[in-house]
Every structure is written in C-alpha cells, then in structure tokens.
C-alpha cells in the first residue's frame, strides 16, 4: 500500500519516532529493530533515543540503528520524550516505549486515518499484552472502536488507557498542545494523549500494531502506589473542565471508578496471590493498597469475596490459604 500524505523529497513518508530509555539496553535494541524492520521504499524512520540513564552501551545501540542520540539529565519518561519531541523533524510523530516492541502492522493504519481525514490531529491503534519474552499476546484492546469526539474522550476518562506506542500523529500537535507535563511522575501518556482529545482530534483503528511487555502482579506494587495520586489528579484535571460529557453526576462517578479500576483490581488479586504464597506482609501492603483506592468497594468484597476475605484474615492471623 502506497503512502499519501506529506513526504520528504526523496519521496517517503517519514515519520520521527520518539523511544525513551533508562538503563535497558538489550531492551532498547529489541525497540529498535521493531522499527527499522516496518522500513519500506516509501516509509522511513527518524529514531530520536532520549536517554536519561547511565548505560555505557546506549549511546553505542543508538548508533546501530541509527538514531539520534540525545542525553538527558533530568530524571523521568517525560524528559526523555520532551528531549525527541523538540528535535523531531518528521511530518509525523510516532512513541515507543524501551521496554515494548512495534508489531509489522504499526503505523500504516493510523497514517491512513490521517490521509483520510485532515481534521485528525493523531490516530491510534490496538495494543496486545504479552509476557516478559513479548510471546503469548494476549487479545488486542481495546475490543472495541472507542469511537471519536466525546465518546473517545469518556472512554479515555472511564478506564481505557490508550498505549501511547500505538499512537502517530501530526507534527503540528507538538505546538498545538505543547510537551509531556514532566511534573507527572505517572500517567504523563495519557495526560498528554488526553489533551489530544479534548480537541476532538483523536481516533482510533483496530489493528493490532504493538506488544506492550506486561508486569507479573505483586513485582510492582510501589509504582502502583505511586500512580495512583497521579491517576486521580489526571482524571480530576481533564474530566471536571469537560464536565458537560457527563450526564449525571453518577456518570461522572462511574467514570472515576473506572479510571482507577486497575490499581484497585491489581492490590486485590495481589492480596490473594500473596496470601496463597505465604508472603504475609505483601498481602497485608496490598490490602492497604486497595482501601486506598475505593475503601467503601473494599469493604463490599470483604463480605461478598470469599477469597478477598480468607486472604485477609490469613494474612492477618499469619496462616497460610490455598490458592
């Protein structure tokens, strides 16, 4: 499939991928390839690495592939991609994340969004979660078209957290609605993916274009934790000016729970886990988690999840359950 849309004079498209890395090298070169290796004579690539690590090897990956190399020293996954997003050149800007990979499908279906319609200021596609090999993907999401306008928005606001390597979008989105907010320890993706759509200029095509490494439940509870104020703040900061997409006020609070849904499904299903393995002090962390989240919820599924309930007094009379 040829590419329309705006090309450089040797007659490609090309399109600035932005890839964060801190202290992942062997990750960052798996990134890589996933790029270079989607190429075509009509398709090429500006990698922009912006490292803020200290991995002697990254500057020399970098190289391999090469991407420009830009050295950061301020800490944080939104310095790193500020540092590419100033120095992008692209007509189009493309993320992926170190520790991810693009799948052969990427980019070509949200640059054809783009070509379809001008107004569009960026397109994204489905992501598939995998283990940490990046085998067994699980079922792309979202499921579902989320839609564009205000049902993209309320989606975004209601739980679904789009993954920013399936996002491309226009150049000109970078003086539109400026830099990752690097105050944001977490959630600074979607932050800025959400500015985005609050124009209305954000859709989405179902084509499965990324695999997104997943995390084994219970090895990162603190980023959990630390996520969580940044969760509610983002939610707060972009669902009260645009509070005229709610309904009801009860719409407003269903999309809160389902923002902060999966921390607080993450603390329960570790607590059982824990529980199960004997780690009582994890279970009882994990417990904390949850009522931190939706304590009024917690307290239901004391009474109404038997192996909530068992977990917790287990932990708590230090005995051991069965899974």
Not at 143 to 166: I, K, V
Not at 225 to 230: D, E, F, K, N, S
């Amino acid at each position: 499939m040829g590419l329309r849309g705006p090309m450089d004079r040797t007659g490609q498209t090309r399109v600035s991928v932005i890839v964060p890395t801190y202290n992942r090298p062997q990750l960052l070169r798996v990134a890589l390839a996933s790029i270079r290796h989607l190429e075509a004579p009509d398709l090429t690539f500006e990698i922009l690495v912006g490292d803020n690590g200290s991995a002697p090897e990254t500057p020399r990956i970098a190289a391999e592939f090469g991407a420009v190399y830009k050295k950061v020293t301020k800490r944080g996954a939104s310095a790193a991609r500020n540092a590419g997003l100033r120095a992008a050149t692209g007509e189009f800007i493309a993320f992926l994340d170190d520790d991810d990979a693009w799948m052969p499908s990427n980019i070509r279906p949200q640059l054809a969004l783009l070509d379809a319609d001008a107004s569009l200021d960026g397109a994204l596609g489905q992501a598939c979660t995998t283990d940490a090999s990046l085998e067994q993907p699980g079922a792309p999401w979202p499921a579902q078209d989320p839609g564009r306008g205000d049902g993209l928005l309320r989606a975004m606001l209601s739980g679904y957290f789009p993954q920013l390597g399936t996002l491309v979008v226009r150049r000109r989105v970078r003086d539109l609605i400026g830099l990752f907010d690097e105050s944001l320890i977490g959630g600074q993706d979607l932050d800025w993916q959400l500015r985005i759509a609050r124009r209305r200029t954000l859709a989405c095509t179902l084509v499965p274009v990324l695999l997104f490494r997943g995390r084994v439940h219970g090895s990162y509870d603190q980023l959990q934790y630390r996520r969580l104020w940044y969760d509610r703040f983002i939610f707060l900061r972009h669902s009260i000016p645009e509070w005229r997409i709610w309904t009801s006020p009860l719409h407003f609070l269903r999309a809160y729970k389902g923002t902060l849904q999966h921390p607080y499904w993450y603390f329960v299903t570790v607590t059982i886990a824990a529980a199960a393995a004997g780690q009582r002090k994890q279970a009882l962390r994990a417990v904390r988690g949850a009522f931190s989240v939706f304590p009024l919820l917690t307290a239901v599924h004391l009474v109404t999840r038997r192996d909530f309930r068992r977990a917790i007094l287990a932990s708590a009379l230090r005995l051991r359950t069965t899974a």
